[in-house]
């Protein structure tokens, strides 16, 4: 079966700039959520969606937005891009039964 | 803000138990304790979790005191390929529509020959 996949792996941008990242559940999960890990630091929570409904926004602005697909996959958009938005941003993927989290390798993300 | 603490940094020999403690004493009745591991550059893996009872799985052990206000999570014959960063973190069941994990800092595992 395959895992949580999201793409792209890398990306550089500059300021100002907006980048939309992927991913895709594992087959048969309805539920994604998206983390922003900075590095030194734990994952931080940014959203969560459930049958491409949004359960759940962490503290971050509306530059950010996400979107679940009908095939369960999700976007995350960021616009106006910072230098302080370079990140790992993770995708987790979210068993229906059990609730435990799936999480993908990451799309790193650097603005310059 | 994470409802746990724990230690920063760890060394462990290899072959050796690995013993990594995080505090919770805010924790409430209803929150399961969990622990995931990131390897560098890697998305975070779960490793274990639990309620009250200790629980044992094939990559590790999970020991709540009884107070449930602190737990170990034992690796019990550390290998080079443990070295990662722990999170220890609590959570409450899931009730479907909404889980949300908040990450500390965790803890820096180095595992040495």
């Known amino acids: 079966d395959a895992g949580v996949t999201q793409s792209p792996t890398h990306l550089i941008k500059t300021r100002g700039q907006h980048v939309t990242l992927r991913c895709s559940p594992i087959s048969g999960h309805k539920s994604v959520s998206w983390y922003q890990q900075v590095l030194g630091q734990g994952p931080q929570f940014i959203f969560q969606?459930?049958?491409?409904?949004?359960?759940g926004r962490g503290n971050f602005p509306d530059r950010f937005s996400a979107r679940q697909f009908p095939n369960y996959s999700s976007e995350l958009n960021v616009n106006a891009l910072l230098l302080g938005d370079s990140a790992l941003y993770l995708c987790?993927?979210?068993?229906?039964?059990?609730?435990?989290?799936?999480f993908g390798e990451g799309s790193r993300l650097t603005v310059l | 803000d994470a409802k746990t603490t724990q230690p920063t940094s760890m060394d462990c020999a290899e072959g050796r138990a690995a013993n990594l403690p995080c505090n919770h004493s805010?924790?409430?009745?209803?929150?399961?304790v969990y622990w995931y591991r990131q390897i560098h550059s890697q998305g975070p893996q779960y490793i274990i979790h639990?309620?009250?009872n200790n629980e044992t799985n094939e990559m590790a052990s999970l020991i709540i005191t009884e107070d449930r206000k602190s737990s170990t999570l034992i690796l019990p014959h550390a290998t080079l390929r443990d070295t990662a960063v722990y999170y220890c973190?609590?959570?409450?069941?899931?009730?479907?529509?909404?889980?949300?994990?908040?990450f500390g800092a965790g803890t820096r595992l180095a595992v040495h020959p």
């Open positions: 973190i609590v959570r409450v069941p899931w009730a479907g529509g909404y889980n949300k994990l908040i």
């Open positions: 805010t924790i409430s009745g209803n929150e399961y």
């Open positions: 969606y459930y049958e491409k409904e949004e359960r």
């Open positions: 639990g309620l009250k």
């Open positions: 987790a993927s979210i068993s229906d039964n059990t609730g435990e989290l799936f």
